[in-house]
């Protein structure tokens, strides 16, 4: 990721704003005059999405339904002019102003400010000079318009350091990808103490109201909302990885924005490292988003010619409340940032053994379940933890790859054959950035780990990190994995990481290289995802964090599906899969069918309520199927073979949230509908009954209203009265009325379009 900054310079234009910058120049010059004469006065397109208005210095980015605008002022600021709701070709947006030091009110609504000159809100970028100057003000410099990717460099007033912010809007959702290259071309290093993606002005409002994911070990992804008011909110990961705590997105309403009404600005990191977004609403009611690296304990230095690519800070805008703004996000991810964008497959249904044999797996034990959940119709058999090394429990044997020998005495290899016999293809947990003290690998490279020399190591799950950031660590783990794939047939892996950081030092570099630990790590954990990709073409992964702790849009480039929690227990999963798809599509969404009680909480549930739950997402099966009655694999295998006739809608379609699991909501109810429409999936949780009221009826969206649905179930009844197949209209105007009673009990329904207008 770093020393991307290979700038191509193509059309590249500079504005008449700092005629300095122009001094020496003269093919650019001649082209920005002959661009201003094209350009004047209309708006020139020379992109399909980003157009330059040269007269009035306006850079405009249009995408669906949404316009992103920033211009550039008298002074050779770069400000933010308009984001949200597509504008006319024809609107002429206001001239960037120039705002002045003296009010000591507030900064402009800078693109991407540099801390000095007088900055007093959050700033982009904060570097330290060896002669101890930190006064850091960006200017214009020049712009090119490369495809659907424009290029603003700025430049410091004095100093060749030069920011090249990346803008690519995607014509399809209007979600706009923003990054910034920082490049120092002085003669001397330098230090950047802050390194952000972007920043995101809104238009000046007091009724502002933001909503953002927290959680914890078991618990992630649970919605959070609070009004904006003067002074800042700070989501963080300051733990090396993205964390349980908060995710790396928010989302910003203006007044009483809704699932289906009102605007609302959304935006969401590509970052798997320690992550910060702030949102700020200044004294004069200007309200930003500042999203990058976490600053705290930053410290990135660049040798001269040295450069640093921050991570993507994606975001978007919606004229139809959350639900709209979670459905872009969704096609966003689908077909901009999954590694099989823009067409990925469909999530095969898979089994863990995980709940159900935990460290003690063995070869017979595994071909008895591998049987089981091939006789129930599932595609993928994965093995967790305990097949390598000394593993018996969680104090040994983590960065010992080899097949443990007692557990597996003929290697994997006759387990993955009798799996690929019951027609399943086959799965593996791995955790490879982790060592336990209790290794080889540790006995020989005590120094391969996180740590500060001469204090205490701090274990976490009896392990220690590795530093991925050193080029041994990351040649030896990309090597154990490589060859386990080159010696078994292994189509999944399952990359886990049970334990955030502690002590982050990196003593082996000298003292101002070491905090580089921050982002190298994460680029070669990126780098092996991607180089094993390569090399092993037909591998999909799954990104694990004890559970929810590794889903952000950067480690979405690299796999193929996450584990959104621990906690299997499926009503309190609707929470954990609520909050989830505000950000993050279904399609990756693992959700498994364990047992009853649930090991979590002891909550005990019926089958069909914990497919139901499950089928949610992308299904997967977590039980101990040797306990599961012949009657529980008769359903396991009618509800799989039914979820596999719609997963494709479940998992690519558009969600609708139709009730909230949140608040004292007695129920909750989702809904996929197919891109065509020509089929759409219900889901309906009673959570507990009261005084026995029926459920409150269920009012499908985003069917053709005028064509005929029939439904059909997949569990579960409607009253009486309710028709059999009915009018797109009548289903979103009129509902259904779904029986359900006492306390977990749900349904779901398929509708397919039988007719057209
Ligand atoms: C983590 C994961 C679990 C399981 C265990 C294995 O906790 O989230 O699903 O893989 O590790 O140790």
Known sequence: MLQAAQLRVVDEERVHVRPKCLRGRPRALLAFLLLSILASPAQQKTGPTASFDSARKVFRLDGANVTYAMGVNAHGELQSLYWGDRLAATDALPAPRIVSFADEMNDGPQEYSGWGGGTLDEPALKATFPDGNRDLVLHYASHAIDGDELRVTLRDISRDVYVTLKYRMDSATGV??????????????????????????????????????????????????????????????????????????????????????????????????????????????????????????????????????????????????????????????????????????????????????????????????????????????????????QRKDDHAGLGDWYVNPEKFPHGLAPLIAQVHALGMDFGLWVEPEMVNPDSDLYRKHPDWVINFPGRPRSESRNQLILNLARPEVRAYVFGVLDQLLNENDISFLKWDLNRVWAEPG?????????????????????????????????????????????????????????????????????SIQDGFTYAYT???????????????????????????????????????LNKWSAEDLAVAKEMIATYKSVRGVVQQGSLYRLVSPRGN??????????????????FVFLHSQQMRYPARRVFLEGLDRNAIYKIRPIYGHLLDHEPTAASGAYWMGNGLSVILNGDYDAAGFIFERVARP
């Open 176 to 389: 706009l990808a923003r990054s910034a290259v920082i490049e120092n071309r002085t003669a001397d290093k330098l230090m950047l103490e802050q390194a952000e993606a972007a920043n995101w002005n809104l238009p000046a409002s007091t009724d502002y109201s933001l909503r953002y994911l927290a959680g914890r070990w078991g618990g992630e992804f649970q919605l959070q909302t609070q009004s904006i008011q003067p002074g800042s909110v700070v989501l963080e990961s300051r733990r090396g990885s993205t964390g349980h705590q908060s995710s790396p997105w928010f989302a910003i309403a203006r007044g009483p924005a809704t699932e289906t009404e009102g605007s609302v600005w959304f935006g969401a990191l590509g970052w798997s490292g320690s992550w910060r977004i702030t949102v700020g609403q200044d004294p004069m009611q200007q309200v930003r988003i500042t999203g990058g690296f976490n600053p705290f304990d930053f410290g990135y230095q660049l040798k001269p010619g040295e450069s640093l690519q921050t991570p993507v800070f994606y975001g978007g805008f919606s004229s139809t409340g959350f639900g709209g703004a979670s459905r872009q996000m969704h096609r966003y991810e689908l077909t901009n940032i999954l590694p099989q964008a823009p067409h990925p497959p469909l999530r095969p249904v898979l089994y863990n053994s995980w709940e159900a044999t935990k460290f003690d797996v063995d070869e017979k034990g595994q071909e008895q379940l591998a049987e089981k959940a091939a006789s129930i119709g599932v595609e993928r058999f994965v093995m967790d933890d305990g097949w390598f090394g």
């Open 506 to 574: 990196w003593p082996e570099v000298a003292p101002d290289e070491q905090k580089k630990l921050y982002v190298q790590y994460i680029d070669n954990y990126y780098s092996i995802l991607q180089d094993l990709r390569k090399k092993h073409p037909r591998l999909e992964i799954e990104s694990c964090s004890g559970g929810g702790g590794r889903v952000d849009l950067g480690v979405l480039h690299y796999v193929d599906e996450v584990w959104p929690s621990d906690n299997t227990d499926p009503f309190d999963r609707l």
């Open 586 to 624: 279904p399609s990756v969404m693992m959700a498994w069918v364990t047992d009853s009680p649930n090991w979590y909480n002891q909550r005990v549930t019926s089958l069909s309520y914990r497919f139901l739950s499950s089928m949610q997402g992308s299904l997967g099966i977590g039980a101990n």
């Open 665 to 682: 909501s007695e129920m909750s109810a989702t809904e996929s509908v197919a891109e065509d429409k020509s089929t759409a999936v219900a």
